[in-house]
C-alpha cells in the first residue's frame, strides 16, 4: 500500500494534492481572519482581537503539526477524516459567533476561543498529512517547496480577497461556509482519489455528503442564521444589514424609531438624534457667523450635513466617509434619507470615501468650519483619528477664523478618554472649548471645539431647532464636579493611549 508507484501515474496525484494545499492554505487563514474579524466587530479593540486570534490559532496548529506524528497507517483516511472535521468546525465558525454573542453573550470569548483552538488544530494536522503521502513519490527537496509554494500561494489569494470580494459580496457567515464547502470538497476528492487504500468507503462518502449538505443548507440559511442572530442581539426590527472592509452596519427599527449601529455599537437614535447633532454641529457654525466652506469628517448618515445646510451662508459641504456603503445607503433608502432630509442629495455637498487622515494629508482645501464626527475610540484604527497627528492636519485646513468641532465620547462615564481628548487638541497649539449634553440614547456626551481664536457665545441659532437655543446654549459649557476637568496624557501615534484608558473606563460600565 505504501509502495512507490510509477512516476507516470503518481503525477496526477501529486498535482491534485499540491492543489489540495492552496485549497486547506486558503481555507486555514479565511477561517483565523474571520474569527478575528468577528472578534474585532464585536469586542472591539482589533489590534488586540487579532493578536490573540492568530496567536491562539498558531499555538493550535503547532499542537496539531506536533500530534500528527502518531497518525501512522491510512494516512488518506486520516486526512479525508480531519478535512471533514475543519469543513464543519472553520466552515460553521462565523455563524456559531454569531448566535453564541445573540445568545449566550456572557460566554462569547469562550466560545471565540475554544473554537479558534478546535480549528487551528484541525488545520495544524492537515499539511503533515499530505506531506507524509506525498513523501511516497516525491524526493524531500522537491517535497518541502512545492508544499510551501501552494500553502503560501493560497494564503496570499484569500488574505487580498477577504476584505476586497469575499466579505463584501458574501459576508462574514456565507464566506465561513462557502470556504467550507470547499474543504469538503477536498474531502470528497481525496475519497475518489483514494478509493483503492480507503476502508468503509462507504461510510465516508456517506460523511462526506450529510457534511456537504449541512453546509449547504446552513449556506442558503445564512441571511436568515444571521438576522436571527442579529435580531436577538439588537432586540429590534433590522430593516438594513451589510458587511463592507470597515464595518458591520445595522439599521433597526422599534417603537423608538430607526437606530444605526456599527459594529455593534449604536451610533443614533431616532428619537433623540437632533439632540446629538444640533449640539455637535450649532455652537462652532453659530459662532463662525457666516461659514461658506464646510467640512465633514466621519457622518456618512448625513444628519451632521442636515444641520449644516440650515445656514444660507454655506457654499460647500465636503463629506469625507471612508465607507461607500454608508454615504450610498444614507442617500438612496428612501426612510434613511428621510432622516437627514435628502441632505446627501444637496448640489451643495460633495462626497468622498476616503480614508480622513490621508485626505488631509493630501488637500490643499481651507475651511471655515469642520466637523469631526467619528464613532469612539475603540481600536487603534479609529484611535489615530483621535491623535496629536491628527490634530495639527485639522490645525492646517482650518482657517483663520474658523471653528472645528470633535465629538468626544461622554465626559461622565469615560471622563479621562474625554479630557484626554481636549488636552491633545490644545498640544498642536488649538485653544480647546469643551461642552457637553444630554442625549438619552447615549447619556451624557461630550464635544470639543478647536480653533485658533477664542470661541464665543453666538448671540443667533437658524430656527426651528429642537434642543438648543441662545437661552440654553451657555448651560452646556458648564460642566459640574464630576465632569471637571482631571489631568490626562496626550494621545499620539506612538502610544494611542486613548484607546487603552478609554477601553478601561467603558470596560468598567460593561460590568456592572
Not at 456565507?174 to 470538497?185: D, E, I, K, V, Y
Not at 458587511?243 to 449604536?266: A, D, E, K, Y
Not at 447633532?277 to 467640512?295: D, Q, S
Not at 487622515?357 to 490643499?364: I, M, R
Request: glycine letters at 8%; aromatic letters at 10%; proline letters at 6%.
Amino acid at each position: 500500500m505504501n509502495e512507490p508507484i510509477p512516476r507516470s501515474a503518481s503525477r496526477p496525484v501529486e498535482i491534485a494534492l499540491l492543489a489540495s494545499v492552496f485549497v486547506v492554505a486558503a481555507c486555514g487563514l479565511l477561517y483565523e481572519l474571520a474569527a478575528g474579524a468577528l472578534a474585532s466587530y464585536l469586542l472591539g479593540d482589533s489590534v488586540l482581537q487579532f493578536s490573540t486570534v492568530i496567536g491562539a490559532y498558531l499555538f493550535a496548529m503547532g499542537g496539531g503539526s506536533w500530534l500528527s506524528r502518531y497518525f501512522e497507517r491510512q494516512l488518506p483516511a486520516h486526512f479525508l477524516r480531519i478535512e471533514l472535521l475543519v469543513a464543519l468546525a472553520g466552515g460553521l465558525l462565523p455563524a456559531a459567533l454569531f448566535l453564541a454573542n445573540a445568545y449566550i453573550p456572557g460566554a462569547f470569548r469562550f466560545v471565540l476561543y475554544a473554537m479558534v483552538l478546535l480549528v487551528g488544530l484541525l488545520v495544524g494536522l492537515e499539511i503533515p498529512l499530505v506531506m507524509r503521502i506525498l513523501k511516497r513519490n516525491v524526493a524531500l527537496k522537491d517535497l518541502v517547496s512545492q508544499v510551501l509554494t501552494f500553502d503560501y500561494l493560497g494564503a496570499l489569494a484569500v488574505s487580498v480577497a477577504f476584505p476586497l470580494v469575499l466579505v463584501p459580496q458574501f459576508g462574514l457567515v456565507r464566506t465561513g461556509l462557502l470556504f467550507g464547502l470547499m474543504n469538503a470538497c477536498v474531502a470528497l476528492w481525496a475519497l475518489w482519489m483514494f478509493r483503492f487504500e480507503l476502508p468503509r468507503r462507504r461510510a465516508h462518502a456517506a460523511a462526506g455528503l450529510l457534511t456537504l449538505a449541512v453546509l449547504g443548507a446552513a449556506f442558503a440559511g445564512a441571511e436568515r442564521i444571521t438576522s436571527v442572530a442579529e435580531d436577538r442581539f439588537y432586540q429590534d426590527r433590522i430593516v438594513f444589514a451589510a458587511t463592507s472592509p470597515w464595518q458591520r452596519i445595522v439599521v433597526t427599527n422599534g417603537r423608538g424609531g430607526h437606530r444605526l449601529f456599527l459594529n455593534g455599537n449604536l451610533q443614533f437614535a431616532e428619537r433623540d438624534e437632533y439632540r446629538y447633532h444640533e449640539a455637535l454641529v450649532h455652537p462652532a457654525m453659530a459662532a463662525h457667523g457666516a461659514p461658506k466652506k464646510v467640512a465633514v469628517l466621519g457622518g456618512g448618515d448625513g444628519m451632521a450635513v442636515r444641520e449644516i445646510l440650515k445656514y444660507p451662508s454655506v457654499e460647500s459641504v465636503t463629506l469625507v466617509e471612508l465607507d461607500p456603503n454608508m454615504t450610498r445607503l444614507f442617500s438612496t433608502h428612501e426612510t434613511l434619507a428621510g432622516l437627514n432630509g435628502h441632505a446627501l442629495a444637496s448640489p451643495k455637498v460633495h462626497v468622498v470615501n476616503t480614508d480622513a487622515f490621508g485626505w488631509l494629508e493630501k488637500t490643499s482645501e481651507v475651511f471655515d468650519v469642520i466637523v469631526v464626527d467619528f464613532p469612539d475610540p475603540t481600536n487603534f484604527a479609529i484611535g489615530k483619528l483621535y491623535t496629536a497627528s491628527f490634530y495639527a492636519l485639522l490645525d492646517q485646513r482650518l482657517s483663520a477664523s474658523g471653528y472645528a468641532v470633535i465629538q468626544t465620547t461622554s465626559p461622565l462615564v469615560a471622563r479621562q478618554s474625554f479630557w484626554s481628548v481636549v488636552r491633545t487638541v490644545e498640544s498642536v497649539g488649538l485653544a480647546a472649548t469643551p461642552y457637553h449634553a444630554h442625549v438619552p440614547s447615549f447619556g451624557e456626551w461630550g464635544y470639543v471645539i478647536a480653533s485658533h481664536r477664542p470661541w464665543r457665545l453666538p448671540t443667533a441659532l437658524p430656527p426651528g431647532l429642537r434642543f438648543l437655543s441662545p437661552q440654553t446654549l451657555p448651560l452646556l459649557f458648564d460642566f459640574p464636579l464630576d465632569m471637571a476637568r482631571v489631568p490626562a496624557e496626550v494621545n499620539r501615534l506612538s502610544n494611542q493611549v486613548l484607546v487603552q484608558t478609554y477601553e478601561q473606563e467603558w470596560g468598567k460600565v460593561a460590568t456592572h
